[in-house]
């Protein structure tokens, strides 16, 4: 009797679980009720400034040029990024939703590794059109068109998703145990994979070489498209035309600037975890896959004067 006992008991604790439970803040949950308003205010300006921007590029023909298609990328890949983390947030905080099931987190475990990338490596493609424009302008038309648009698109979302897809497919082979209860409030793939009684060993090392090499590389290619545009403009001597090629990357640094600043405090806090209390993380995850989403569209509507003008004749139409 007493054998059979403990089989049944070993059966019971490596049976598998058919969903997870998402904690957020599990050392202060009162947190929830004060961020769900800022947060939904956040998600509501993020999808109603880049819908615009959509819009605006869709229907204004003058903006139907090679720079603004690629920022239509920009656009629907934070979208995507919000919609695929936001409203479960939001529906924990509201509803005390947390249960989430085993396919659903892996698939947003992929949509955020993969579509993170790829707004990466579209910063790269924005960087080298400016080094094209600045660099080599008679250049430009034939150099950035429209079949480059499609390549690079093609490009941005092939090696992205092909070398993301590895990281929920290892999470998703490895053997959970009863303890189904994930101190997050998104399937982050380290948050998810220390549930498991399996060596997850593999499974860190995938992800943290995959991450750095793509992101790694974009931003190594970034930083040298910039320092050649830097080099090309002191060189200009027209007066005034200096300011004016800087002026139309300004709003590229900017964009950049906002997106490798809070990753590189996520990436800052997760490595200080022990001095840093385990809700920090999570709210700046949170706030990683929001603020830049719901920046991007309005520094290019601020900075751009064609798209602003574009975004009044839409509010005309209306």
Known sequence: MRILYMASLSNYSTAPISE?????????????????????????????????????????????????????L???????????????????????LRSISFSAC???????????????????????DRYVAICH?????????????IKATIFVVARNALFSLPVPVLSSRLTYCTQNTIKNCICTNLSVSKLSCDDITFNRLYQFVAGWTLLGSDLV???LSYSFILRAVLR??????????????????????????VL?????????????????????????????????????????????QGIQKLLRRL
């Open 20 to 72: 997870f439970l998402l904690i957020c803040f599990p050392n202060y949950q009162t947190w929830q009720h004060w961020l769900s308003l800022p947060l939904s205010l956040l998600f509501l300006l993020a999808m109603g400034a880049n819908t615009t921007l959509l819009l605006t590029i869709r229907l204004e023909a003058s903006l139907h040029e090679p720079m603004y298609y690629l920022l239509s």
């Open 74 to 96: 920009l656009s629907l890949l934070d979208i995507v990024l919000c919609l695929t983390v936001i409203p479960k947030v939001l529906a924990i905080f509201w509803f005390d």
């Open 106 to 128: 892996f698939l947003q475990m992929f949509i955020m590794n993969s579509f993170l990338t790829m707004e990466s490596c579209t910063f790269m493609v924005m960087a080298y």
């Open 137 to 149: 302008p008679l250049r430009y038309p034939s150099i950035i068109t429209d079949q480059f648009v």
């Open 221 to 223: 290619l970034i930083v």
């Open 236 to 261: 200009i001597k027209a007066e005034g035309a200096a300011a004016k090629a800087l002026s139309t990357c300004g709003s590229h640094f900017i964009l950049i600037l906002f997106f490798s600043t």
């Open 264 to 308: 590189l405090v996520l990436v800052i806090t997760n490595l200080a975890r022990k001095r840093i209390p385990p809700d920090v993380p999570i709210l700046l995850n949170i706030l990683h896959h929001l603020i830049p989403p719901a920046l991007n569209p309005i520094v290019y509507g601020v900075r751009t004067k064609e798209i602003k």
